[in-house]
């Protein structure tokens, strides 16, 4: 997983905090001439431009003192200490730049070698209004701040979620690969002396079936078409394997090139009913299909081995964490004394 901490780095918002210290520069001088009902444009004119360098100094210490939050506490981007914490460090500088500004170019400028007086109820309006202004800087510059971490969080998870998807899908690919490649083999290694035609029928059907999970190396998701079609492959090579002793019942009442799901997907279920279900010429194991609205249902009879075979680790945890990526519908899993059923949301096809 990424260390945020290390890039994460710049506090946006650079432009929409000028465009407020833009607002302010033009209420600051207006409000403080009235107060002291001398609206000369003389001194308009020169609080038009002080205010504003006044401003972005005060925008350029929360920046700092932002960044420097964000590479101290990355994992606390909007807790109460750190805004305690920094807001104690803004004040101060706040306070020390203004008086620096007052004695080095404001006094300079309007009087020459007029000296600060500290005591003056002007003075402390001048401290006061713009400790305010800082803290609504802070605020603002914050707020932006915590968003943009908020948002790089989300983009974060959704890569790692998109990372254990594809893993996900590549680990059952591996186990798919050989399982189903030596199987059908050991099949077709029978069949090819017992019936030649049976044996071609069952060539195609296997190449097809292959060449499909060949084909989706490098997908997340594949239309609910094509998961059938390679779904008819791969039961037609169960009904060879097992002799009649599974059996796949399809009902699908939607449009099947609309709607998408992750690869193998239906394999992988039938695979796992296959694998923990007893089965005879007697008592088959059914599997029922069913597709309608946004879900895709698929049930069999239950009818556990005593036995089971050694599990591979790659199941129905494997389908929803593929799940989990494209939809934030859950994948749904009902079971009775007589039946099982699993039930997957069907995701709109990407244009």
């Given at each position: 997983m990424t260390d945020l901490s290390k890039t994460y780095k710049p506090v946006t918002g650079i432009w929409l905090t000028l465009g407020v210290i833009v607002i302010m520069s033009l209420i600051?001088?207006?409000?403080?001439?009235?107060?002291?009902?001398?609206?000369?444009?003389?001194?308009?004119?020169?609080?038009?431009?002080?205010?504003?360098?006044?401003?972005?100094?005060?925008?350029?210490?929360?920046?700092?003192?932002?960044?420097?939050?964000?590479?101290?506490?990355?994992?606390?981007?909007?807790?109460?200490l750190r805004h305690v914490l920094q807001i104690g460090v803004l004040l101060p500088l706040t306070v020390a730049w203004l008086y620096a500004y007052l004695i080095w170019i404001d006094l300079p400028f309007s009087c020459g070698t007029c000296q600060p007086n500290t005591t003056t109820w002007e003075f402390r309006r001048y401290m006061g209004v713009y400790s305010l202004g800082a803290l609504f800087?802070?605020?603002?510059?914050?707020?932006?701040?915590?968003?943009?971490?908020?948002?790089?969080?989300?983009?974060?998870?959704?890569?790692?979620?998109?990372?254990?998807?594809?893993?996900?899908?590549?680990?059952?690919?591996?186990?798919?690969?050989?399982?189903?490649?030596?199987n059908s083999l050991s099949?077709?290694?029978?069949?090819?002396?017992?019936?030649?035609?049976?044996?071609?029928?069952?060539?195609?059907?296997?190449?097809?079936?292959?060449?499909?999970?060949?084909?989706?190396?490098?997908?997340?998701?594949?239309?609910?078409?094509?998961e059938l079609d390679f779904l008819t492959?791969?039961?037609?090579?169960?009904?060879?394997?097992?002799?009649?002793?599974?059996?796949?019942?399809?009902?699908?009442?939607?449009?099947t090139s609309a709607w998408s799901l992750p690869p193998l997907t239906l394999q992988l279920l039938v695979e796992n009913a296959v694998k923990h279900n007893r089965m005879s010429a007697q008592v088959p194991l059914v599997l029922q299909l069913e597709a309608a609205g946004d879900k895709l249902r698929l049930c069999n009879n239950l009818s556990p081995r005593e036995q089971h075979e050694t599990s591979t680790g790659i199941g129905l945890e494997?389908?929803?964490?593929?799940?989990?990526?494209?939809?934030?519908?859950p994948v749904l899993i009902e079971k009775t004394e007589t039946t099982f059923c699993v039930t997957v949301p069907l995701v709109p096809k990407p244009r």
């Open positions: 600051y001088p207006v409000s403080f001439a009235y107060i002291d009902r001398d609206m000369r444009w003389v001194r308009l004119g020169r609080e038009f431009w002080f205010t504003p360098t006044r401003l972005i100094g005060i925008m350029l210490l929360t920046y700092g003192i932002l960044r420097l939050g964000n590479w101290v506490a990355p994992s606390y981007p909007n807790h109460w800087i802070y605020g603002f510059m914050s707020g932006l701040n915590f968003y943009r971490q908020a948002q790089m969080k989300a983009a974060e998870t959704a890569r790692l979620e998109k990372e254990c998807a594809q893993v996900c899908l590549q680990a059952l690919r591996n186990q798919v690969n050989p399982h189903f490649l030596f099949v077709l290694s029978t069949l090819v002396q017992q019936d030649p035609v049976l044996s071609e029928k069952f060539i195609l059907q296997l190449s097809k079936a292959y060449r499909y999970i060949l084909d989706q190396k490098d997908l997340l998701q594949v239309s609910l078409q094509e492959a791969y039961c037609f090579l169960l009904e060879i394997r097992f002799g009649g002793k599974v059996r796949m019942e399809k009902q699908v009442g939607v449009d494997n389908i929803r964490k593929r799940f989990l990526y494209l939809t934030s519908e």
